[in-house]
């Protein structure tokens, strides 16, 4: 199973030329993304409306914020379970410096035996036994 990060994810939804292709061209049962995502992408939606000002920027916050709900109900989201959180706890022992949602994603991902396809390679390629791919190269 292919686990989209939230770069990946957002390129996708922008139909970025070299993402795009090869998303649509994975089978949809293998190819999966994180609630970790979710929480990313709708909190950033949630702050644009938060700090819009003018009528125009309440209605595309608002059409993005549309948007973003709705593309979640097409792919498939991995949860935040206990075998994540068990794994989440066991790279935090590490003492890895990287983000805690990083942690999170690359928890879940692990502990479904799944690889991580993200540009973040600097942080994630820090985490022992987490196969990472980059399809923007």
Known sequence: ???LDTDHLSLFQRNDPHVT??????????LATTIITVEEQLRGRLDRI????????YVRAYDNLLRTVT???TINVI???AAAQVMFNQLRELKLRIGTQDLRIAA???SQGAILVTRNERDF???PSLNLEDWTV
């Open 1 to 3: 199973m292919f686990i």
């Open 21 to 30: 292709p090869r998303i649509l061209s994975t089978p949809h049962l293998n």
């Open 50 to 57: 938060r700090k819009a000002r003018l009528d125009e920027a």
């Open 71 to 73: 593309f979640f109900h």
């Open 79 to 81: 949860a935040f379970d």
């Open 108 to 110: 879940i991902v692990l």
């Open 125 to 127: 390629g820090k985490i």
